[in-house]
């Protein structure tokens, strides 16, 4: 599994967009960049993947540069259940999740 | 839609004793993992089956051991539990080579 790196903590104001950066700059080609979330002491929530291209789905938007090596989990309209730890995962699919420290997210109202 | 389903959500052990947790993945999901989250820590990956059979071994102890039966649920046993086993134990499934879906979580004390 390539290397990803988040910002360990990240504070949004209610309402607004939460963007979430992460760097995969290790990424293979056959690597997809997953998100998960987990709200405290929950099961780990799949949010959204991509290979290539952008990707939207009804819980957010996933923006992956040209280069692959970095992306952004966007959030568009942040509620106080979106608080959670979110992880970005790059893994080639056949294998195992490997979670890394992920980005305490807290939303304020 | 159905989700993955883990039995028992919370389970407390004495030291030494032995403790199953049972796994249900979601129908037609062929690939089960299991993950161990300690206080305070990220998932880590234990191991994980396809088809019935072992296909990837994390930092799992040697009291722990698993299967995958020939319904597709598995079963974690660990033995001689210690403090240390106290966690969160979550199980996972997929369609091999697709999104990975957890389950709600097995909270194991150990006493």
Same mark, same amino acid.
């Given at each position: 599994?390539?290397?990803?790196?988040?910002?360990?903590?990240?504070?949004?104001? $209610?309402? !607004?967009?939460?963007?979430?950066?992460?760097?995969?700059?290790?990424?293979?080609?056959? $690597?997809?960049? /997953?998100? /998960? !979330?987990?709200?405290?002491?929950?099961?780990?929530? /799949?949010?959204?993947?991509?290979?290539?291209?952008?990707?939207?789905?009804?819980?957010?938007?996933?923006?992956?540069? $040209?280069?692959?090596?970095?992306?952004?989990?966007?959030?568009?309209?942040?509620?106080?259940?979106?608080?959670?730890?979110? /992880?970005?995962?790059?893994?080639?699919?056949? $294998?195992?999740?490997?979670?890394?420290?992920?980005?305490?997210?807290?939303?304020?109202? | 839609?159905?989700?993955?389903? #883990?039995?028992?959500?919370?389970?407390?052990?004495?030291?030494?004793?032995?403790?199953?947790?049972?796994?249900?993945?979601?129908?037609?999901? @062929?690939?089960?993992?299991?993950?161990?989250?300690?206080?305070?820590? @990220?998932? #880590?990956?234990?191991?994980? =089956?396809?088809?019935?059979?072992?296909?990837?071994?994390?930092?799992?102890? @040697?009291? =722990?051991?698993?299967? #995958? =039966?020939?319904?597709?649920?598995?079963?974690?046993?660990?033995?001689?539990?210690?403090?240390?086993?106290?966690?969160?134990?979550?199980?996972?499934?997929?369609?091999?080579?697709?999104?990975?879906?957890?389950?709600?979580?097995?909270?194991?004390?150990?006493?």
């Amino acid at each position: 599994d390539a290397k990803t790196t988040q910002p360990p903590s990240m504070d949004c104001a $209610e309402g !607004r967009a939460a963007n979430l950066p992460c760097n995969h700059s290790t990424i293979s080609g056959n $690597e997809y960049v /997953y998100w /998960y !979330r987990q709200i405290h002491s929950q099961g780990p929530q /799949y949010i959204i993947h991509g290979l290539k291209n952008n990707e939207t789905n009804e819980m957010a938007s996933l923006i992956i540069t $040209e280069d692959r090596k970095s992306s952004t989990l966007i959030l568009p309209h942040a509620t106080l259940r979106d608080t959670a730890v979110y /992880y970005c995962i790059s893994y080639f699919v056949i $294998e195992k999740l490997h979670f890394g420290t992920g980005t305490r997210l807290t939303i304020i109202p | 839609a159905a989700g993955v389903i #883990q039995s028992p959500r919370h389970l407390i052990k004495e030291k030494r004793e032995t403790a199953t947790l049972k796994c249900y993945p979601i129908p037609r999901h @062929d690939t089960v993992y299991w993950y161990q989250q300690g206080p305070g820590q @990220d998932p #880590q990956f234990l191991i994980s =089956f396809y088809e019935k059979m072992q296909s990837d071994k994390g930092s799992i102890p @040697d009291r =722990f051991s698993a299967q #995958q =039966f020939s319904d597709y649920h598995s079963e974690l046993n660990m033995s001689s539990l210690e403090l240390g086993d106290s966690a969160l134990y979550f199980c996972a499934s997929s369609l091999l080579g697709n999104t990975i879906y957890f389950g709600e979580g097995s909270w194991l004390t150990v006493v």
